[in-house]
């Protein structure tokens, strides 16, 4: 083991993130049932966020037309997510903190932004996941479908960097990234329609302001592609804590069912979260992500 490694026989698991929010609102139960089991739980963000919107007036003139702090605003808030889902190691982005840029939403002109996400060198980028994978070893890796989950571009970025780099740190590419790992399982992070559906039929009364999704608007897949439910019914008050403490892009109405962001839309915040294990036999029914793995065997 080399410094900043976890112990050999400690499940590891590493979650890799678009903007400062996501680790919550797609994996937050997740992440804090792992973490609370044990396991060594690392959430990498590839950007700070800095072109999103903000809710409410206090901070509304940090947005990058205005102030353009919300990137340096949102590591704090990531931080105290991260706190609320017992990830004790903190925030960490790829590269470094401001190394990319949030890159906008798609058809925006923030993606000619010199160090915008999209724009980032794939051989570079793809050898600072590879020396992240080679340092910390995870049993498994956490990031999204190849839409990015609902098309953002920066969230379809991080999967095929991901998907390359994992890829990457198993063979002999990237020699000054450290030793070979071959990472047992990855996922991607995705909505069963089933559970959306379900969860969106079981909204009640939402705050003023917010809306009732229409039919299909909630980014969703089909759930013959779902190879893993993770139950996270036991952790749902630290995954509402992690998307409270995201304020600027995230409200949780008070009754704690529910969440929307800057759009107001109301999501269900679910009992379970869904993933797809990635090249597996679309038969795979699983509920645990380490299903199949031996920590003790992997030093
Ligand atoms: C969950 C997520 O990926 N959020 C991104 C997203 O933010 C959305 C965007 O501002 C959109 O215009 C709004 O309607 C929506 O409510 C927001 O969630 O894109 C931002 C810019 O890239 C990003 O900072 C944010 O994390
Ligand atoms: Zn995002």
Redesign the pocket.
Same mark, same amino acid.
């Given at each position: 083991m080399t410094a900043g490694q976890a112990a050999p026989s400690v499940p590891r698991l590493l979650f890799v993130h678009?903007?400062? +929010? +996501?680790e919550s609102?797609t994996t937050g139960g997740t992440i804090a049932r792992y973490a609370a089991s044990g396991a060594d739980v690392t959430v990498l963000t590839c @950007?700070l966020?800095?072109?999103?919107?903000v809710i409410g007036d206090r901070w509304a003139r940090l947005v990058a037309d205005e102030a353009d702090q919300?990137g340096g605003y949102?590591i704090g808030e990531l931080a105290a997510a991260l706190v609320a889902l017992g990830v004790p190691t903190g925030p960490r982005f790829l590269g470094g903190g401001g190394r990319y840029r +949030?890159?906008?939403?798609a058809g @925006?002109a923030?993606a000619a932004h010199p160090r915008a996400f999209v724009n980032a060198d794939p051989d570079a980028a793809v050898g600072e996941l590879v020396a992240v994978i080679r340092q910390l070893r995870p049993h498994v890796v956490v990031t999204y479908d190849a839409d990015g989950?609902?098309g953002?571009? +920066?969230?379809i970025q991080a999967h095929r960097l991901t998907r390359e780099a994992v890829s990457a740190s198993a063979s002999a590419r990237f020699p000054e990234a450290g030793m070979p790992w071959r990472v047992p399982k990855l996922y991607w992070t995705v909505a069963a329609a089933s559970a959306v559906e379900d969860g969106v039929c079981r909204i009640g009364e939402i705050p003023g302001g917010w809306r009732l999704p229409e039919p299909g608007e909630l980014p969703a897949v089909d759930d013959s592609v779902v190879t893993t439910a993770v139950d996270v019914s036991a952790v749902l008050d630290a995954k509402r804590a992690a998307l409270a403490a995201h304020a600027t892009?995230v409200s949780v109405s008070p009754g704690g069912g529910e969440f929307?962001?800057?759009?107001?839309?109301a999501q269900p915040i679910l009992a379970a979260e869904h993933f797809v294990l990635a090249d597996a036999p679309s038969t795979t029914r699983e509920t645990d992500l380490l299903a199949g793995i031996d920590p003790t065997a992997l030093a």
């Open positions: 678009a903007h400062p +929010d +996501d609102i @950007t966020g800095e072109e999103g919107e919300l949102r +949030d890159s906008g939403m @925006t923030s989950g609902y953002h571009p +920066d969230h892009q929307a962001l800057s759009n107001n839309i």
